[in-house]
């Protein structure tokens, strides 16, 4: 089987620079690495391929050779796969493995020689009434928040004495480990990044040179967050190491259940049970707001169970915006229950003096009955 052409393997010009060619082939080694796609045997066989046709094009004399005489530059032996990779590869790869898994730690590609950390962020979890919702609040949060150690001013170490360089990193906090034509980049195992090694930790805080205190902070709570709303606080989380900048503080907001109203997006659901005479002669009805006032809905005469009726404006608000939504009153027509001999033979009466027009829907229905049954058609 005859071998593609090396450029149009790696999806370049012959023209190509230096840096394409290692952008290209990066780019597709990538895409086809064995780790990206196991078990296909495809991608396995486009992955060797790409890796001669860079090594090849990526030493000058090889390239020459390759562009002068094509495959046959090197057969009998003179095969790009030799022994060796060249640095240029070996990089490559390198940062391809990077790519492709990151730092092990979990804290990046580069370390910071001086040592310094962010904090961390932190989460914390406040529970608000719908009404804190509607209105708006500032609320007020203690947090456990790691900070400073006053004692050694964030250093770790016990007053009077200082940290020395580690011996393992060289003070970088990290540690290169050459595997191959790999080179893997960890955090180093002595420091712990930190860059330094401390003997005489200082007694206040171990020597991680922070301590926990609780923090009183003020927290504004707009009008209209949802459930699951998050508000950053910046700066307001652990402090760093080694003068390093504070991370922020996240404040996860839940809305609790409301004894009245149900919640969809800005608009409010009530649901009101109604009389079967205030249903069946109108009325009216009082319905709480959450505006701290009462609102008075008219019930029109024969109005049926699950009507609903629309207070425009009386919602929730939009989050940072002036709008606002609607709330929506849903009647459910109460049975009575429990009734009296002569509450009993009064609503017998009713039923004896009803006719199609007072019960349209239930005659309409029963009729349609009548007719299945009877097999006349619709």
């Known amino acids: ?54 090594q090849t094009l990526s030493d000058p004399q090889k390239r020459a050779a390759y562009d002068r005489f094509g495959h046959a530059a090197f057969e009998n032996g003179g095969g790009p ?16 493995f990077e790519d492709l898994f990151g730092d092990v730690s979990g804290r990046g590609r580069r370390g910071r020689p001086d040592g310094r950390e962010r904090g961390s962020d932190l989460r914390y979890d406040l529970e608000i009434t719908l009404e804190d919702a509607h209105q708006g609040k500032t609320a007020t949060v203690t947090v456990p928040i790691a900070v400073a150690c006053e004692a ?28 191959g034509f790999f080179a893997i980049e960890r955090t180093c195992p002595s420091c712990q990044g930190r860059g330094e090694m ?27 967050v949802e459930d699951g709303t998050r508000i950053r606080l910046s700066g307001e989380g652990e402090s760093g190491r080694k003068g390093g900048p504070s991370g922020d503080l996240y404040i996860f907001l839940s809305v ?77 027509v109460e049975t009575p229950q429990k009734l009296t001999p002569r509450q009993k033979e009064l609503l017998r009466e009713f039923e004896a003096a009803s006719s199609r027009e007072t019960q349209p829907e239930s005659a309409s229905f029963f009729a349609k009955v009548k007719d299945f049954f009877s097999g006349s058609p619709d």
């Open 1 to 54: 089987m005859s071998k593609r052409d090396y450029y149009e393997v790696l999806g370049v010009a012959k023209q190509a620079s230096e840096a394409e060619l290692k952008a290209a082939f990066r780019k597709l080694a990538m895409q086809h690495h064995p780790d990206r796609n196991p078990g296909d045997a495809a991608a396995e066989q486009k992955f060797k391929e790409l890796n001669e046709a860079y």
């Open 81 to 96: 796969g030799g022994p060796g990779f060249g640095n240029d590869f070996a990089s490559s790869m390198a940062d391809i």
């Open 152 to 179: 050694c001013d964030g250093s770790g170490a016990k007053a009077g004495t200082k940290a020395k360089t580690c011996s393992t990193c060289g003070g970088y906090g990290r540690v290169r480990a050459q595997q």
């Open 198 to 224: 401390i003997d005489d930790p200082c007694r206040s805080c171990g020597g991680q040179g922070r301590v926990t205190k609780d923090r009183t902070l003020s927290v504004n709570i707009p009008k209209g």
């Open 256 to 332: 609790k259940a409301h004894r009245f109203f149900q919640r969809d997006g800005a608009d409010l659901y009530c649901r009101v049970p109604i009389s079967m005479v205030t249903a069946a002669l109108g009325g009216e009805i009082e319905i709480p707001t959450l505006e701290s006032e009462q609102k008075i809905v008219a019930i029109p005469e024969g109005t049926q169970s699950g009507k609903q009726f629309r207070l425009r404006g009386k919602g929730m608000p939009v989050l940072r915006s002036r709008d606002m939504g609607d709330l929506y009153v849903q009647v459910s």
